[in-house]
């Protein structure tokens, strides 16, 4: 893809991810239709499916052999990354906005023949787009933010769900505790998108987390690799943004710091 296209396609995509925004700000007033997934707390509205419909619709429209992997399975059936691959989730944190109307995200990811392209990470209420095109850097909006600096966990913050620090399938859960009795102090937002653009951009240092789908963190992964940082599975290998994994994002040296911590016996699949 040349630089021309690239460009027409970030401006298109931005332009979409704005005016999806636009409709569930529209929508914070009407009554909402919530099914479930695989449990009581995986909530799915109307306004998950409608999103995810509207990216579907314009993406089919304009980009006719562009493929498309999003959550609510109205996409196609996606095996690889060759040619051009959006993977979206229409609203990263669905408990969130049905339960606050805040800290929820659109997230947005195009890959092309395998190569991360563009990424866009919309937190809709407190209207900060964190974006960028492969090779120019991150944004904030219209600013471009410096990329991540060294730290140590002594003097860090960082993302972790309450979840991991409790018996648990996915990890043995005295591996993470140093990084609560180490670190400044952890976080959990409830949305891997926002969580993950938190880290790209400095609000968090570290992100750490057992289980996500691919659209979960697709446009993250995007982001944090154009920022400088390291995102990797828990046990420091790399990611497919196909699969289902564990994620572990950070600045470089408190990557490799972390990971010396809870690697050692780790079990994380995924699954």
Sequence with gaps: ???????????????????????IKRSFSDELNITYKSHAADLVTD???????FFIDKIKNKYPDHE???EEGYGDKVKN??????????????T????????FAISVG????????????YDVVRNELFHCKAGEGLYLNEEKLPRLEDTTLDKSVIGLNATWITPNPKIDHQL?????????GTRSYGTAAIELAYVACGRLDAYVTLRLSPWDFAAGYILIKEAGGIISDVNGKAVNVLDKTSIFAAKPSLH???????????????Q
């Design 256 to 270: 490799q710091e972390i990971l010396g911590l809870i690697s050692p016996g780790t079990s994380a699949n995924g």
């Design 110 to 121: 195009v890959f092309h023949d395998g190569e991360e392209k563009l990424a866009f990470i």
């Design 47 to 53: 306004m998950d499916k409608g999103i995810e419909q």
């Design 68 to 70: 498309i992997l999003g």
């Design 96 to 103: 969130n906005f049905v339960h606050q109307q805040l800290n």
């Design 81 to 94: 990354l060759d040619g051009t691959v959006w993977i979206i989730d229409p609203i990263d944190g669905t």
């Design 176 to 184: 993470l505790l140093p990084l609560v009795r180490k670190s400044r």
């Design 1 to 23: 893809m040349d630089s021309a296209k690239l460009t027409e396609l970030y401006e298109t995509a931005k332009s979409w991810v704005f005016e999806a925004g636009e409709v």
